[in-house]
């Protein structure tokens, strides 16, 4: 393989610094080349640098504005992080309602105000109103499971972090029967089978692992046993490709990888099929770097991506972009750990402990 990532913390950096915002106040980013800053751009950025260590290097006082720019964006009345240059107008997926965007959004967001030493100053108050245990199940169940448990996944992931976030702002006690409840139904409703959920029983494994992922990121948050493991890794590595990818882009690629490795290494099982999986997977990887900059989210690709379908945070198919940016890196991070990882062997990775994408088991924590 040609590609090494040994420059990979400097590429990230100079990468970041390509969607910078020019101006007194730091921390503003352009998810893509021509278009307005915004928080999550700004979170994505905030995410990848501080994996590769890079984070700390930014002086206090740039650290200061960045961790205020990010502070503004929480809406006192909902808790949720609420962007002004977000239009419904301009986002064009229809699975992806503008309350999604705006769920999922807050969740990288505060995620990144938490490492630059901040915190959420208002409650999450958006979801108090399900917070009773029976109002906590009857929530997981009207959840649009007919689109795709891929869908209910993000949701739940999200409610996961939000209800961390609120547990750091309202203490445990408002938190904790939802909570009990929130686990208490996974744990019933899942699939001996493939160790997902899916209430329809006809979704492909491959939306069951995608949104199930998500909301095993929920049971490490909170330190929950993740119930039939073994099925969660078989069945995820059942959607490896030829090519070595898990569906190709940043986002499906990262859900597995981080399933497989994390679950192999926190309950030593299969460790022999996971290790040859990521060998298989890392050509792959390597062709999503472009050199001397950011990730790709799907190399040699006919159209470029929008997050959530919000064109503000949107790339041509050409162009490196703030997910792919962390999602990626984080992947390789996963990776290492099992396979050498060309210019990356013995690399010091910085993994966070904080409510959102990309925390670790509390087995795993060594990053640190």
């Known amino acids: 393989m040609k590609n090494t990532f040994a420059t990979l913390p400097d590429d990230l950096v100079r990468y970041a610094q390509s969607r910078a915002v020019p101006g007194p106040e730091y921390g503003r980013f352009r998810y893509g080349i021509g278009k307005e800053p915004t928080y999550w751009a700004s979170a994505f950025m905030v995410l990848a640098l501080d994996l590769v260590g890079k984070l700390d290097q930014i002086s206090t006082e740039q650290r200061r504005q960045w961790r205020d720019y990010l502070q503004a964006s929480q809406d006192p009345e909902t808790g949720l992080c609420l962007d002004p240059a977000f239009r419904s107008g301009d ?12 769920w999922h959004s807050t969740t990288f967001i505060l995620g990144a105000l938490i490492l630059l030493g901040g915190k959420p100053k208002y409650p999450i108050s ?15 169940e009207q959840l649009p499971w007919r689109i795709s448990p891929w869908v209910v996944g993000n949701w739940t992931y999200d409610f996961g972090c939000l209800a961390g976030f609120e547990r750091m702002v309202s203490g445990p006690e408002k938190i904790n029967p939802a909570l009990d409840a929130f686990f208490a139904w996974h744990d019933t409703h899942q699939l001996p089978a493939t160790g997902w959920w899916d209430l329809t029983g006809k979704a492909p494994v491959t939306h069951q692992q995608y949104g199930g992922y998500h909301t095993l990121m929920v049971y490490w948050m909170f330190d929950r046993e993740v119930p039939r493991p073994e099925a969660m890794i078989d069945r995820s590595l059942s959607i490896q490709s030829p090519e070595g990818h898990f569906g190709g882009g940043c986002c499906a690629d990262m859900d597995v990888i981080d399933a497989t490795v994390s679950l192999c290494r926190q309950y030593d099982l299969s460790r022999s099929e996971v290790t040859r999986a990521m060998e298989r997977a890392l050509p792959w990887m390597a062709g999503t770097k472009l050199p001397g900059s950011g990730f790709l989210d799907v190399p040699n690709a006919k159209q470029g991506r929008a997050e959530y379908g919000w064109k503000t945070c949107g790339v041509a198919a050409d162009e490196p972009d703030p997910c ?25 990775w910085k993994h966070h402990h904080t409510f959102c994408h990309g925390v670790r088991p509390a087995a795993l924590r060594c990053g640190d």
Request: cysteine-free; charged content about 20%; aromatic content about 10%.
């Open 126 to 140: 958006v979801i108090h109103p399900f917070l009773e245990p029976a109002k906590m199940r009857a929530w997981i």
């Open 324 to 348: 792919s940016a962390h999602f990626r890196t984080f992947s390789l991070a996963l990776m290492s750990e099992l396979i050498d990882v060309p210019g990356l062997e013995g690399f010091r």
């Open 91 to 102: 986002r064009h997926s229809p699975s992806h309602t503008d309350d999604m965007v705006h």
